[in-house]
C-alpha cells in the first residue's frame, strides 16, 4: 500500500495536487463531471486541513494551447463544488508563483492544463522541477493518468521532500489490487470489448487467477472464427487468430471454466431499429454481423456469476452505444449489482466499460475505475510509474 495524505501534516503547507480533470468539454462547458466530483474528496479535506493547494491537470492533448483544450470550463464546475478556489491561466511562471504566495491556509487554485508545456509528456526534468517548485508536498490524485510517466506524475516526485497518494487513488489501488490480491473464491471475470489485441495482459494476468472467465463483445467472433467458426460480417482480429488459440489451449490446461457464448444477435448493420435475429453461434448468417450476447448465454452468464465473492468485468457484452445491442451488457451487469448485494466485491474497469454502466443508469457496484488504460494495465499486472513513485506505507 501507499501513503495517503493522512501520513502527512498538511495545515500551513503548500500542496501540489495532481487530479484527472480530463473531461469532456462541449461549448465551453463540461459536459460529463464524474470526475470533478471524483476528486472532491481529497480536495475537500485537504482544505478542511489548512492546506494551500495548487491542483493541476491535464485535458485532452493539445498540440499548440488550443483554447478547447483549456481549463477554465472545468475550472466554472469545480466552483459549483468549491468555494475558495481561483484559477491561473497558466502552469508555471511569474503570475503562478505570485497567485501561489498570495494563497492562505484552506484556499485553493487550479492551474491550467499541464499539457500546454510539451515538456509534460516528455517528462522533462527541468519542467518536472519548475512544477514541484511550486508547493512542499505532492499529493498524485489522478489515477486515471498513472501509467503515463509524465513531468506532473512521474518527475515532480524526484523533487519532492513528500509524495503520497489522494483519496482516489488509495481507492482505485485498493480495488484493483483486490482483484488481483484476494483469496476469496469464487473469482470471476467477465471479459468483452472490441478486440483482443488491447487486452492480452489482462486476459494473460486473470486466466492463473480466475476460477471463471465469461467471454463477451466482439473479441468473442475472433475466438469463434480461431475454432473454425464462419461468423458472418462480425469484427474478427485476422492477426490474433493464433493467439486466440494459444489462450484458448491455455484455458483448457488450467482449473478454469472458460465460457464463450452459445447464441448472438445479429443484424445487417449496426444501427438503431435494424431487424434483429437471435442464433446460435454456429448458425451466424454471412451475410450479418454479431452485436451482441444472445438470452441463452446470459442466463448461462447470469448462473456463473451466482456465489461469487470477486467479480471483475471489462468490456461491453455488444454494441452497447447503439440500442437494443446493450441488452446483453445490462443483464450481466444487473446480475453482478445483485451479487454485490449478497456480498461480492465487484470491480469495474475500462473507459467504455465505465461510460456503458453511466449510460445503464445502474449503481450498486462495489467500484467503478475512473481509468481506462490505467485499470488495464494495473490488472496487467503491470507497474504504473505514477503510483510507483509514491511513498511506501
Ligand atoms: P473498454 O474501454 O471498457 O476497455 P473496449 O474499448 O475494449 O472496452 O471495447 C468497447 C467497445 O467494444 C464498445 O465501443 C462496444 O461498442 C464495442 N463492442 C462490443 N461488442 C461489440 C460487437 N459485437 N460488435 C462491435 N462492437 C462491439
Ligand atoms: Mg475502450
Known sequence: MKRTIRDVDVRGKKV???????????????????RIKEALPTIRYLLD???????????????NREPEFSLKPVYE???????KV??????????????????????????????????????????????????????????????????????????????????????EIKYLSHVLKSDERPFTVILGGAKISTKLGVIKNLLSRADKILLG???????????????????????????????????????????????VVVADKPE??????????????QDKMGLDIGPVTRRIFQEALKGSKVIFWNGPMGLFEVPPFDEGSKSIAQAIVEETKKGAISVAGGGDTAACIHKLGLSGFTHISTGGGASMEFIAGEKLPGIEVLEDA
Open 217 to 263: 463483445g466482439a473479441m468473442i467472433f475472433t475466438f469463434f472464427r480461431s475454432q473454425g467458426i464462419e461468423v458472418g460480417k462480425s469484427l474478427v482480429e485476422e492477426e490474433m487468430l493464433d493467439e486466440a488459440r494459444r489462450i484458448l489451449s491455455d484455458a483448457g490446461k488450467k482449473e478454469i471454466t472458460f465460457i464463450l457464448p452459445v447464441d
Open 77 to 83: 464546475k469545480l466552483k459549483e463544488y468549491i468555494d
Open 86 to 171: 481561483s484559477f491561473v491561466p497558466d502552469c508555471v511562471g511569474d503570475e503562478v508563483e505570485r497567485k501561489v504566495q498570495e494563497l492562505k491556509d484552506g484556499e485553493a487554485v487550479l492551474l491550467e492544463n499541464v499539457r500546454f508545456y510539451k515538456e509534460e509528456t516528455k517528462n522533462d526534468p527541468e519542467f518536472a522541477r519548475r512544477l514541484a517548485s511550486l508547493g512542499e508536498i505532492y499529493v498524485n490524485d489522478a489515477f486515471a493518468t498513472a501509467h503515463r510517466a509524465h513531468a506532473s506524475t512521474h518527475g515532480i516526485a524526484g523533487f519532492m521532500e513528500r509524495k503520497v497518494a489522494g483519496f482516489l487513488m488509495e481507492k
Open 272 to 285: 438503431e431499429g435494424v431487424k434483429t435475429e437471435v442464433v446460435s453461434k454456429n448458425e451466424i448468417p
Open 49 to 63: 486541513n489548512g492546506a494551500r493547494v495548487i491542483i493541476l491537470s491535464h485535458l485532452g492533448r493539445p498540440k
Open 16 to 34: 501540489v495536487l495532481r487530479v484527472d480533470f480530463n473531461v469532456p468539454v462541449q461549448e465551453g462547458k463540461v459536459a460529463d463531471d464524474t
